[in-house]
């Protein structure tokens, strides 16, 4: 299909290593957005792509948390020394539109999500 | 800060048990409100998009209203099949990034239908 696709589905770290998730968006999308999922909760907003440039990175729990677009399409979610709290499910989300352009009826289509245990 | 509250956290229902889901909102400069809806495992999928207090929208068994306080997801006659979690969103203007519009979720409502 042509929907987000998000890679690895799953993945088990130890505590102290590094992670690397990787989203494609639907091809052509302007936006690229990354959420946090725990458990019982709703996602959590991290950072936001338009095309290659982050424009919002305030959801980032800490500096171990790195995100890049670098062509404007795939992107990937690094997070250095997993720590056992950033254990979660990892959604990418894009849509059509950027900043500035009938932005008010962007809708966000989400893939499967990533999910992310650290022992 | 925006917040989001849906309530109830979880609903059992019988099939062909109407009822509603709420979604209550406080933020500054509202653009439009979500519903998804969200199975287990998956990603949230995309049901409706309210702009303006009094539109409602409707999707076979689903019809979601919008007032300028809240949004209810209605349920009529559900079916086993609607058994999932339903995420209401908000989106709203970020004014350091311009027209960059930020998306603010509920933690859900899970729903189960019984046969």
């Known amino acids: 299909g042509a929907g987000v696709s998000q890679s690895p589905r799953y993945k088990v770290a130890k505590r102290g290593q590094d992670v690397a998730l990787r989203c494609d968006p639907i091809?052509?999308?302007?936006?690229l957005f990354w959420y946090q999922q725990a458990l019982g909760q709703g996602p959590e907003f991290l950072t936001y792509?338009?095309?290659?440039?982050?424009?919002?990175k305030s959801g980032l729990p800490s500096d171990r948390f790195f995100a890049e677009r670098p062509e404007g399409s795939v992107s990937t979610l690094k997070i250095q020394r997993t720590q056992q709290e950033d254990s979660a499910v990892y959604l990418c989300?894009?849509?059509?539109?950027?900043?500035?352009?009938?932005?008010?009826?962007?809708?966000?289509?989400f893939g499967a999500g990533t999910r992310l245990s650290v022992l | 800060e925006d917040q989001v509250t849906q309530s109830p956290e979880a609903l059992r229902l019988q099939e062909g048990e109407s009822s509603s889901l709420n979604c209550s909102y406080t933020?500054?400069?509202?653009?439009?409100l979500f519903w998804y809806r969200q199975d287990p495992g998956k990603g949230p999928e995309f049901l409706f998009t309210?702009?303006?207090a009094g539109e409602e929208k409707e999707k076979e068994r689903l019809k979601a209203t919008l007032t300028k306080k809240e949004s209810f997801l209605h349920i009529t006659a559900p079916k086993p099949e609607d058994s999932a979690t339903y995420l209401c969103?908000?989106?709203?203007?970020?004014?350091?990034?311009?027209?960059?519009?930020?998306?603010?979720f509920g933690i859900g409502t899970k729903l189960q239908v019984i046969p």
């Open positions: 969103a908000v989106q709203c203007k970020a004014p350091q990034t311009g027209g960059y519009q930020k998306v603010t």
């Open positions: 309210l702009y303006s």
């Open positions: 091809s052509g999308h302007v936006s």
């Open positions: 933020v500054s400069g509202l653009r439009g």
């Open positions: 792509f338009q095309n290659e440039a982050q424009l919002d």
């Open positions: 989300a894009s849509s059509p539109g950027g900043a500035g352009r009938l932005v008010g009826k962007n809708i966000q289509y």
